[in-house]
């Protein structure tokens, strides 16, 4: 039966690139990309010339019809990312959907991942963890993703752009608190690859000046209750919630700003909030 292969591509350094993954690559009728510039490069450091389509988010829709006829045809075919393990943050859910429904058979060809590799080489609890992906760039559900991290108990990894990293840390802090541990991991196997270790804070003064270059991948520590800033001002938390909500300020924002100001979890700050609105 015709086969759909998910084939994890080198993160950065192209000898991490597996055999079974560059004999498949080699064998396939077509390679389904992201870019297809980038996948060449790689092709070409494997010796294999086969055709490539690209697959990106504007145009999955119109590809998985596509794929679904040359499969029919009995065409094997290969999905693989940029860079890493494809459907992590990158394309491809709804074609593996749809030739999963259809009948074919979905093969992964396992290998690297940016998730894991940032994990493992953090410093921080590597299960339980969980990975959220990017963070909404703003609005409520950039607010729900930061609470959710502040509160988990599991070590998360996010991926962050490089130019919205500082926003992150900021943000990190406001929901985390100051002390939360984490690590910072920019251009993995790469030449110029980098781990900062150490607390939001210490991470918001090491990236504060000069420009952040390379794919970004964040570890957050899980909540644990330290690193909240010790004991909560409780009065001073009411007092400033006070102040926000008579200035016409939203609870959610007064929680943020509560947080940021004292340096406490948002989930602590949005308590200390809903008390004095309630009150």
């Not at 015709?2 to 000898?15: C, D, H, K, M, R």
């Not at 607010?143 to 752009?161: H, K």
């Not at 196997?189 to 970004?216: C, M, N, S």
Request: proline share 5%; aromatic share 4%; with cysteine.
């Amino acid at each position: 039966m015709a086969t759909l292969y998910i084939v994890s591509t080198p993160i950065g350094n192209l000898e991490d690139v597996t055999r079974r993954a560059g004999r498949i690559l080699g064998e396939v009728d077509a390679v389904l990309a992201e870019d297809t510039r980038r996948t060449g490069v790689l092709l070409r450091h494997l010796g294999v010339s086969r055709p490539l389509w690209s697959l990106h988010a504007h145009n999955e829709a119109e590809r998985t019809s596509q794929v679904l006829e040359r499969l029919a045809g009995g065409e094997d075919l290969a999905l693989v990312s940029d860079a890493g393990t494809p459907l992590v943050s990158d394309p491809g859910e709804r074609l593996v959907a749809a030739v999963l429904a259809a009948g074919f058979d979905v093969v992964p060809v396992p290998g690297p991942s940016a998730v894991v590799t940032a994990l493992v080489a953090s410093g921080l609890p590597a299960v339980p963890f969980s990975f959220l992906g990017f963070v909404p760039r703003k609005g409520e559900a950039r607010a729900a993703t930061l609470d959710r991290v502040g509160q988990s108990e599991e070590t998360v990894v996010l991926f962050e752009s490089p130019e919205r990293l500082k926003a992150l840390l900021e943000d990190l802090s406001g929901a985390c608190g100051p002390e939360r541990r984490v690590a910072v991991a920019r251009e993995l196997t790469k030449l110029h690859e980098e781990f900062f270790r150490g607390t939001l804070a210490e991470a918001i003064r090491y990236y504060q000046d000069g420009a952040v270059r390379g794919e970004v991948t964040v570890v957050v520590a899980a909540c644990s209750g330290e690193g909240t800033g010790g004991e909560v001002d409780a009065e001073a938390g009411r007092a400033l919630a006070r102040a926000l909500l008579a200035d016409g300020v939203r609870p959610s924002h007064a929680a943020r700003e509560v947080a940021r100001r004292l340096g406490i979890p948002r989930n602590t700050a949005y308590v200390l909030v809903q008390d004095v609105a309630e009150g």
